[in-house]
């Protein structure tokens, strides 16, 4: 069972368009979301979170938007920059477990 | 450099051997998960280490073990190998007030 879906494996963008990446989620006890980003040959790392008791959070040109009843998050990156080409992980973690549930990935080209 | 430390970068080994993958977490991280991403696949969940203590299991087959010492550092046991085990083996560690995870690099397992 999929707790954590990435339905597009993959994503190609022109340079300094917006990228939306999406993320569904299944388990309803999930509280807590993350997106992590991935270069090949090196671990995956924290680019931005958001918790269920917001539905937007921001950081520079990354925004996580959450939809509770629809059980869906995106991210969105604009502008576009090629340095972004990674693959993006989304992940989801439920009230008192420090236990994250990943998603399959979404791998970003941004073309230049 | 996240500061999480995983040793070897690469392992090429035969089936049927074992193999030992050790992890040092950031300084000042008390839990030490490791994780399994196979071709195409997530990151999945095998097992989660605070202070020593062993805090939750996820799908780790019971040919695979793990430790977490008095200094902190962890080691994931793989014994038994098959082919089906070649895959990248992440550890991350995360601070007491849980805001996610830190990455190490990786160990790419190959199982030939």
């Known amino acids: 069972d999929q707790q954590v879906k990435q339905n597009s494996p993959s994503l190609s963008v022109q340079e300094g368009r917006i990228s939306i990446l999406n993320c569904d989620y299944t388990?309803?006890?999930?509280?807590?979301f993350l997106w992590y980003k991935k270069y090949p040959a090196e671990g995956p790392t924290f680019l931005i979170s958001?918790?269920?008791?917001?539905d937007k959070n921001e950081d520079g040109r990354f925004t996580v938007f959450l939809n509770k009843s629809a059980k869906h998050l995106s991210l969105h990156i604009v502008p576009s920059q090629p340095g972004d080409s990674a693959v993006y992980f989304c992940?989801?973690?439920?009230?008192?477990?420090?236990?994250?549930?990943f998603g399959k990935g979404t791998k970003l080209s941004v073309i230049p | 450099d996240s500061g999480v430390t995983q040793t070897p970068k690469h392992l090429i080994t035969a089936t049927g051997q074992r193999v030992t993958l050790r992890c040092s977490p950031r300084s000042g991280d008390l839990s030490v998960y490791w994780y399994q991403q196979s071709l195409d696949q997530g990151l999945q969940f095998l097992i989660h280490?605070?202070?020593?203590?062993?805090?939750a299991k996820g799908n780790i087959l019971e040919r695979f073990s793990a430790q977490q010492f008095p200094d902190l550092h962890s080691e994931l046991n793989l014994s038994s190998l098959e082919l089906g085990d070649s895959a990248l083996y992440f550890c991350a560690s995360s601070a007491q007030g849980f805001d996610g995870y830190t990455f190490g690099s990786g160990t790419r397992l190959t199982v030939v």
């Open positions: 280490y605070y202070n020593g203590e062993e805090r």
């Open positions: 388990n309803s006890m999930f509280d807590y």
């Open positions: 958001i918790s269920s008791i917001k």
């Open positions: 992940a989801g973690n439920g009230a008192g477990s420090y236990q994250l549930t």
